[in-house]
Each structure stands twice: as C-alpha cells, then as structure tokens.
C-alpha cells in the first residue's frame, strides 16, 4: 500500500509561483509512473503533468506546457511540479497519483493505482 502526500498549494496572484511536492510512504514509488492531476470545483478531474520511473521522460497537458515543470528525487520518494506564470484558470485542488507501470505516461484518472489528499491552489487575478 502507499500512501501519498501533497504539500505546497496556497494562495498567490497571478504571475507567481509554487512549487508543490507529493512525498510517498509505505514502500518506494521509484520504479514507477507518477503523476499530476487536478480538479476545480464543478469540473472533472484533469490531468496536468507525469514522469517515466526514471525521470528521464515526462508529458504535460497543452494549458500548462512550457509554464509548468515535474521532477522527482527517487531518493526522497518524492516528485514535485513547479508551476510557474500562474493563472486564475491554475485554481483547483492538484493531487499526484501513482501509476503501476514505468514508461506509459498515461493521462486517465482511471489509470492510477494510488492518489494523495490534494492540495488546495488559488490564484488570484
């Protein structure tokens, strides 16, 4: 079992930054895909970013390319997304997931085995 953890949201004016990480427990997460999902209120789930087991390949949703960057430190168990330039349309409760396989960088909810909490990002205009 694994247990998943974000940290990081809050609130910032648009054109800030944060950086969010998603710390996991129970047993290592390095030999696998994770991931960066988010939900505002009224919308479905959505995906935002994920890496191969190896971080040496990652995918982005087109509304955050080129703003937003996902990373880990197998060391740490731990992937963080740095969200850069953010905007009013950014605000929603982000969570990270872990996807049972290494180089599919799946971008279906449904595809994830384990999923944080969440943590809550607002971006005020």
């Known amino acids: 079992q694994v247990q998943l953890v974000e940290s990081g949201g809050g609130l910032v004016q648009a054109g800030d930054s944060l950086r969010l990480s998603c710390t996991a427990s129970g047993r290592t997460v390095s030999g696998y895909v994770m991931g960066w999902f988010r939900q505002a209120p009224g919308k479905e789930r959505e995906f935002v970013a994920a890496?191969?087991?190896?971080?040496?390949?990652?995918n982005y949703a087109d509304s955050v390319k080129g703003r937003f960057t996902i990373s880990r430190d197998s060391a740490k168990n731990t992937v963080y997304l740095q969200m850069n330039s953010l905007t009013p349309e950014d605000t929603a409760v982000y969570y990270c997931a872990v996807d049972n396989n290494r180089f599919t960088l799946a971008t279906r909810p449904r595809n994830y085995n384990y999923w944080g909490r969440g943590t809550q990002v607002t971006v005020s205009s």
């Open positions: 890496i191969s087991y190896s971080g040496s390949t990652t």
